[in-house]
């Protein structure tokens, strides 16, 4: 049996970000991917700044950059800007194949079409090579991850998001829509690229089923003559019950880990720093990793934000027009941003 220091699981923007880190030093490094292709993946594509900061992407991955974000409920609207880049949108294909690039003339070996169908304590069995073996085993397979399957961990915290691509120039802003009789708890949202929008909403099935998360979208979308005509329809999990990412030689990253955020749906940023952490823990197995801590944090108060709008029931709306009021104030509005972004 073929034996590699380390094999990832998956080339989301965790897996390969772990790769990279790991291409510099002397591990043996195999990178599974089931799809043929690396990188695309249901997501609006939306960077933080933080996301951005640490990305550093080239021009040409970015596909816009927006200066002010749109607030909206039903009976308000409130404009963030601050006169500096607060959001940024890519595809999640360029995404990826930049990210793979990296990895050209490293040692790290990837082979694509290749799915993990089952997970031991020193191998792993795939689709096309059968078993091979592993001293350390990432897995960054996303929500649906069977290296957490095999480390018998439960996911109680599971959304689900899904949107339409919708082919259209039409918007130039980020629009977020707040409106708990049809939402409850979470927004919907116009994310516009270049030739595209990302036209979507994000639920907890446990607290809305998905068909009345589907009936308040469809509503949404006519109240307002959002045409979404000629867009292509995507669903996704969203795993955001983290509940550790080092398992002995095993670690979890990104989505696997449940690192999403409850709140906002954010996990990119997170795929990539756990990513990181990975990696340096396997070369350093000392490595005390304060990041992984940090966005355990960051996590922690968005669950808490959760859970205040979750449980204000029928005061929900006004909570909702409330902090929309309140973004008036150029400090509540910087407060919410650094909370969120
Ligand atoms: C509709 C929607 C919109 C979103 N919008 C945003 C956004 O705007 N901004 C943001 O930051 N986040 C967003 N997210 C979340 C974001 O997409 C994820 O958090 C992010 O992709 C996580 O990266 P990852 O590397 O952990 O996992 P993934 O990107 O899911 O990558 C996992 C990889 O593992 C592969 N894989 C899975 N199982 C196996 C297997 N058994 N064998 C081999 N390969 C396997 C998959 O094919 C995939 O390539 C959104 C999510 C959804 C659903």
């Not at 960054?140 to 109680?156: H, Q, W």
């Amino acid at each position: 049996m073929v034996k590699y220091d380390v094999i990832i699981i998956g080339a989301g923007p965790g897996g390969l970000r772990c790769a990279e880190v790991l291409s510099r030093s002397d591990k043996s490094v195999l990178l599974l991917e089931k799809n043929e292709e690396i990188g695309p993946k249901v997501c609006a594509g939306g960077l933080t700044r933080k996301s951005f900061r640490y990305l550093n992407p080239p021009d040409h991955i970015v596909e816009k950059v927006f200066d002010r974000v749109i607030f909206k409920t039903f009976a308000r609207e409130a404009i963030l800007s601050f006169g500096e880049n607060l959001l940024y949108t890519i595809n999640r294909k360029n995404l990826g194949q930049w990210q793979l690039s990296k990895l050209k003339n490293t040692t790290v070996e990837i082979k694509t079409g290749e799915l993990v169908t089952e997970v031991n304590s020193d191998y792993i069995v795939t689709n096309k090579s059968g078993k091979i073996g592993y001293s350390h085993l990432v897995g960054a397979d996303g929500s649906n991850s069977i290296v957490r399957r095999y480390l018998g961990l439960e996911t109680k915290l599971t959304g689900a998001a899904f949107h339409y691509l919708v082919p259209t120039k039409k918007y130039n802003d980020i629009e977020l829509f707040f409106d708990s009789r049809l939402f409850h708890s979470w927004y919907s949202w116009i994310f516009p690229c270049d030739e595209y929008a990302s036209i979507g909403y994000g639920y907890f099935p446990k607290i809305i089923s998905s068909k009345k998360a589907r009936e308040g979208f469809d509503q949404w979308i006519k109240k307002n003559n959002i045409d979404i005509s000629g867009g292509k329809f995507q669903a996704h999990p969203l795993n955001c019950d983290y509940q550790g990412y080092r398992f002995g030689n095993v670690f979890l990253i990104g989505d696997a880990a449940g690192l999403v955020s409850g709140f906002t749906g954010e996990g990119i940023y997170q795929a990539l720093v756990s990513g990181e952490e990975a990696a340096k823990s396997i070369i350093n197995p000392l490595h005390k990793s304060r990041r992984i801590s940090e966005l355990r944090r960051e996590v922690q108060i968005h669950h808490f934000m959760l859970r205040i709008v979750r449980w204000s029931g029928p005061l929900r709306n006004f909570l909702f027009n409330l902090v929309i009021f309140s973004v008036r104030s150029k400090f509540i509005a910087r407060t919410l941003l650094r909370i969120l972004t």
